[in-house]
Each structure stands twice: as C-alpha cells, then as structure tokens.
C-alpha cells in the first residue's frame, strides 16, 4: 500500500463494502460432494439389521480424487478412502476397523454398531451454496484464511491494516542503547506498545522519544498526524509542570475527553489531531508503565479493532474466586494484575500479582489475568467472585 487513505476514506469503503459483489469463487459447496471420513467400506445403510451381522462382498475401490464410477447391488460394498467421494447411492461407511474379512473381498460388519449416514460428510455440511462464509468485519484468522482458499477464493477485500505512529514523551526517558544517567529511566513504553500493535496486526510507525518541550512535542504531533490513521504517545498527560501533550492536542485539534475514572490510568486523553486535511485520533496514554498497558488492552486495543473494520467482540470475562482482600473504593473501575489457577473442585481462583504500583512492570509479566473490579464495586472480601479478563 503506498497511498495512506483518511480515516474517512475508510469508514466510507467500509459502507461501500459488499460481499455480494465479490468475484464468485470456483467451489460453491463445502465440502463439493458426500464423501467418507473413514477409510474403510462404503455401501447401503438400509441394509443393516440391528440383530445380524451383515456380509458385503467388495467389488471396488474409490480412492480420494479417484472416484469408483460403477453401479453396487444388493449385497455388495465399496472399499472408499477418507475423502473419496461416495460412490452413486451409498450412504454409509463402516470403518476398516469396525468390520472384520470374513472371506476374500468379502467383509462383516458385526450388527448394531452403525446407523445410516455414519462417516459420511454430508456436501454443503461446512458451507451450503448461497451461503456467507465469513460476515463483514470478520478478522482473516488463519481459520478464515484456510476457509476461504477450501472454497477456492484466491482474493479477497480488506480493510488496509491501520498505521499507527506512537512515541514515549519525557526528558527523563532514555532510549535503548544511550547511557545511564540520574534521575533517568530507559523507555519500557515504546516497547510495550510496539508489541501490543503488533499483535493487532497494526502498521507502526517508531518515533523515539520526544522531550518535554512543547516546540518539539507539535512537530512530532504534526509529523505522526501526517503519515498515520492514530498516534500513541505515553506520558505528559498529567498536570505536572512539564505535561504538554494535552494542551498541544488542544492547540493542534480538540480533547474528545481526559481523566477516566480508572486505575491504573486516570490520566489518559483522548481526541484528534489535525494536519491539513487529514486527521488521526491520538491516545495520550499516562506515563507509567502499567497504566499504558491496561488504558492499552481497555480502550486503544478496542478503538483500533473498530477502526480496522473488526465487527469482533470483546474478549468475554470469566469469573475466578479471589483468594484476597482487594481493597478497593467505589466510584472507579480497578484492574489488579492477577494470577489465574484452577482449584481441586474445577474453579477459577486468581490471586494478585503482589505490588500493584502502576510503575511495576513485572506485575504485567507475572499476571496470566486482569482482575476487573467494576465501577460500582467496594473491596472484595476473601472468597468473593471478581471478574478477570486473561491476558
Ligand atoms: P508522566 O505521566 O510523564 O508524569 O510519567 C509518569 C511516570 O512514568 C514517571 O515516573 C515517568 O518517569 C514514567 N515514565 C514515563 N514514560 C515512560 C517510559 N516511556 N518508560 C518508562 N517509564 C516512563
Ligand atoms: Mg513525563
């Protein structure tokens, strides 16, 4: 892809989108004909008998992608490979294992193991003609790449992957590679957010680190804005004396909304910025490490998935037993790292990761799970069910 559409360029393709219109692929059934999903003898299921074993003599061989074209009578069957198409007006198939040759090309299928139909795909089972197969917005999984070439469909339409530009702010914040001094910290976001976008299958763009300098910030805000669809930055969005990125979103766009009744990550900012005639959604993440990752995973994984065209939804919540107190005040939706486990009775148990400190990292490569302690919630007391959401 060369050019790099607007987001409205995308929301208007995305309308414009008809599966209907797509080229008609070659197999239009799935799977295109009855066939055995057994090796084993292929023949009429009418004739079975719940009380008596039942002799068929063998009189052929279908092979899968070499047919058996003859005529089978009363008494006779067919030896038939998985995926060979069922010779003409049988509809069962007895696996090889099941029946036992009672005398040369003759075999014996001992009674009441089968019913008519048995190891026989049906044509259509996975795909009836006419039928969708995937629905607009699904995400081309490796399922859904495999299903779409098993109907023969060399190309389809997407929606382009998003670009998306993302820098660390602070004049604290050294990039790998420079060395140490006081009073700084190495850039744990531009990594956490690299790996995050990457596996939403975003474009990304790197660049750096900016300091706390307003000059600098807008030329970084103008440079992303005019080469991605969104920009994450993490950092400044506090009300620290060197926290510009909120009013640089101000100056060069507007804050659709700032300060999220959440923790970690109650500073975050959301809006757009303005580039000419373009425009990219900013996610001014917070400075600490593991509030990037949660605001992340709870709205910017989202938000990008929406923009891609995704119709998927969210990943469900399980409930998992909370062998802790966690404090907790109403009034703000929590997420504590957790350690999810399966008890001697089969249920879900989480414990916390330990520090819960929105600055330690670790607490995330612990956690197998976010605890999810909703808005309206006190502290749950030992024993109580508490939403998670595996990571
Ligand atoms: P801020 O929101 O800019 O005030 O930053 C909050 C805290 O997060 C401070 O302790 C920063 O040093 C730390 N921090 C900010 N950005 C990063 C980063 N990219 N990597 C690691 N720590 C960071
Ligand atoms: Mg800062």
């Not at 799935?30 to 055995?36: K, Q, R, T, V, W």
């Not at 089978?72 to 049988?90: D, F, H, R, S, Y």
């Not at 975050?268 to 580039?275: F, H, S, Y």
């Not at 404090?327 to 790292?337: D, H, I, M, V």
Request: aromatic content about 4%.
């Amino acid at each position: 892809m060369t050019h790099s559409p607007s987001l409205a360029d995308i929301a208007a393709k995305l309308e414009a989108y008809d599966p209907q219109a797509l080229p008609a692929s070659e197999v239009l059934k799935l799977p295109p004909h009855d066939n055995s999903a057994m090796d084993g003898y292929a023949f009429h299921g009418s004739a079975l008998n719940k009380a008596q074993a039942l002799s068929l003599k063998v009189v052929g061989t279908a092979l899968a992608g070499k047919a058996w074209q003859g005529q089978v009578q009363e008494g006779e069957c067919v030896k038939i490979m998985t995926g060979a198409i069922m010779p003409q007006g049988l509809n069962t198939v007895v696996p090889q294992e099941l029946c036992k040759m009672s005398a040369e090309n003759e075999i014996e299928i001992p009674a009441g193991l089968l019913q008519v139909g048995d190891n026989r795909r049906l044509c259509g089972e996975d795909i009836m003609q006419g039928k969708a197969a995937l629905h607009k917005g699904a995400l081309i999984t490796p399922a859904a790449a495999g299903l779409l070439a098993s109907l023969g469909v060399p190309r389809v339409s997407v929606v382009r992957r998003l670009r998306v530009a993302y820098f660390s702010t602070g004049d604290e914040i050294l990039s790998l590679g420079e060395s140490p001094r006081e009073g700084a910290v190495y850039d744990s976001n531009r990594y956490t957010v690299h790996g995050m976008l990457q596996s939403l299958g975003c474009e990304m763009v790197d660049m750096g680190v900016v300091k706390d300098d307003p000059l600098l910030l807008e030329q970084a805000f103008n440079q992303a804005a005019e080469q991605a669809d969104a920009i994450i930055t993490s950092g400044g969005v506090s009300v620290g004396e060197a926290d510009f990125t909120k009013a640089m979103m101000k100056k060069l766009g507007d804050v659709v909304f700032w300060k999220i009744a959440m923790r970690p990550g109650r500073p975050m900012a959301v809006g757009r910025i303005q580039k000419d005639n373009r425009s990219a959604i900013l996610f001014g993440l917070p400075g600490n490490p593991v509030a990037v990752m949660v605001t992340f995973l709870a709205f910017v994984k989202p938000a990008l998935l929406k923009m891609m065209g995704s119709s998927a939804s969210p990943e469900p919540m399980m409930r998992a037993k909370t062998l802790e107190v966690l404090r907790k005040k109403p009034g703000r939706t929590e997420y504590q790292r957790g350690l999810v486990s399966r008890n001697a009775n089969g249920e879900l148990e989480v414990v916390t990761t330990g520090n819960q400190g929105s600055g330690v990292l670790s607490s995330m490569v612990q956690a197998n799970a976010l605890i999810v302690l909703s808005h309206q919630q006190g502290t749950a007391q030992l024993g109580d069910w508490v939403d998670v959401l595996m990571l």
